[in-house]
């Protein structure tokens, strides 16, 4: 079965970054495309960017375009996503997900998210 | 970007009941580029509809969604205990894409 494992919760001070990884199984790694997407307090959900597992081609939300990046490691069937230049307002919940078609499309499968606390 | 905006914030109903749920986009969406989720407490969201109107693996039929263009809608023909938790619309026709703040569906 489809399953999504992600890292432990990260607590960092403001101005630092954050590095999450996703594991995948079930699946061909390669033949799809993985999301990220988080989730703040009272807050919408907030899509970050997504990478083609198979090229490592990437897209990111203009609203994070200087400060995330994804990437991926095929030989580990696992995903990345770091954020720089944290502020308490990145304070969330942490998802990636598999896009359910190709590349711009529905979520599928979904990790079962990773809490990023931001605090001096 | 596309604001997507769910009505209710809550509904409250009983079981067996039927629940609408409503999401309105900011500007048109092309054709199938809607989804739903359900999130439960301490959760991560399940996906139920993908492409305005198509259930996903294993998503029971009481489960039906509809739409075109700004409105679209989920209904939950006959609630059962388990569907008592809150749901998002999401489009992924325009980058970035953007989910609306959530309908909770709570036991009256």
């Known amino acids: 079965q489809v399953q999504l494992v992600q890292s432990g919760p990260e607590m960092k001070k403001p101005g630092a970054s954050v590095k999450v990884s996703c594991r995948a199984s079930g699946y061909t790694f390669t033949a799809y495309s993985v999301h990220w997407v988080r989730q703040a307090p009272g807050q919408k959900f907030e899509w970050l960017g997504c990478?083609?597992?198979?090229?490592?081609?990437?897209e990111y939300s203009h609203n994070f375009q200087d400060r995330v990046t994804i990437t991926t490691d095929t030989s580990a069937s696992t995903v990345y996503m770091e954020l720089s230049s944290l502020r308490s307002a990145d304070t969330a919940l942490y998802y990636c997900?598999?896009?359910?078609?190709?590349?711009?499309?529905?979520?599928?499968?979904w990790g079962q998210g990773t809490l990023v606390t931001v605090s001096s | 970007e596309i604001v997507l905006t769910q009505s209710p914030g809550t509904l409250s109903l009983s079981p067996g009941e039927r629940a609408t749920l409503s999401c309105r986009a900011s500007q048109s969406l092309s054709v199938n580029t809607l989804a739903w989720y359900q999130q439960k407490p301490g959760q991560a969201p399940r996906l139920l509809v993908y492409?305005?109107?198509h259930r996903a693996t294993g998503i029971p039929d009481r489960f039906s969604a509809s739409g075109a263009g700004t409105d679209f809608a989920l209904t939950i023909r006959r609630l059962e205990r388990e569907d008592f938790a809150v749901y998002y619309c999401?489009?992924?026709?325009?980058?970035?894409?953007?989910f609306g703040q959530g309908t909770k569906v709570e036991i009256k």
């Open positions: 997900a598999r896009d359910g078609y190709s590349f711009r499309y529905y979520f599928d499968f």
């Open positions: 990478i083609k597992a198979g090229t490592g081609y990437t």
């Open positions: 492409a305005t109107g």
């Open positions: 999401h489009q992924y026709d325009t980058s970035p894409q953007t």
